[in-house]
């Protein structure tokens, strides 16, 4: 037990310096007018996605080149912020961070959810994650997680409601689905009745819901 202490991660520092973008989307950022009309008006931001991803891959090493070297540079120029930004950083900030994943642990332990109970469905943001993941670890397996969720995270931001609105009906539907199967469940399972089941069930919606919520704002 004495030795799990010197393991411990802190937690992603929101104001530290961002890593630059990579050499597909800097490309990306360059073509996305001429995608926009390769796909038509009206179409959605994952269809102009897909475009840009079919133009990245017809380009040879050398056409990628330019790209490549660009987010090489950038990489160098953040390392070297990184570094300056961590030597500079308040050792109390580091501190609150462990200290807030530590709360952030502890408050999942609290919640501990029934393992046969029905999984509470994916949220809209979610659903649209799960597709352009792969999608985008398709045109480039080099990206790492944490760059895969920036990205979809900046993609879904871009997106109007009306782009949104296939995943928005989709996770209407599978929450409706959910609650049915939830009531069928908690009935026959003889889940305890009254105030105190009321609370622990909005308890965990709650805890399952800022758990979405975090990782669509992280993305």
Request: hydrophobic share 20%.
């Amino acid at each position: 037990m004495a030795g799990k202490k010197g393991g411990k991660k802190s937690k992603k520092d929101s104001n530290a310096p961002k890593k630059p973008k990579t050499a597909y989307f800097l490309f990306c950022d360059e073509h996305r007018e001429e995608a926009k009309k390769k796909a038509g008006e009206g179409k959605s931001a994952s269809e102009v996605s897909k475009i840009l991803g079919e133009m990245w891959g017809k380009l040879t090493e050398e056409q990628k080149k330019p790209y490549n070297d660009r987010y090489k540079i950038e990489m160098e120029k953040h390392k070297k912020v990184m570094d300056e930004y961590k030597k500079n950083k308040p050792e109390s900030e580091e501190e609150s961070e462990e200290e807030s994943e530590e709360e952030g642990k502890k408050k999942r332990k609290r919640t501990k959810k029934d393992k046969d109970a029905p999984k509470r469905p994916l949220s809209s943001y979610m659903l649209f994650s799960q597709d352009k993941r792969k999608e985008l670890l398709e045109k480039d397996p080099t990206l790492k997680v944490t760059e895969v969720a920036k990205q979809v995270g900046a993609l879904w931001q871009k997106m109007s409601d009306e782009e949104k609105k296939p995943y928005n009906d989709k996770a209407a539907k599978l929450k409706k689905e959910y609650e049915g199967v939830k009531a069928k469940y908690d009935e026959t399972h003889g889940k305890k009745s009254g105030s105190s089941s009321a609370k622990k069930k909005k308890k965990e919606e709650e805890s399952e819901e800022e758990e979405e919520s975090s990782e669509e704002e992280s993305d």
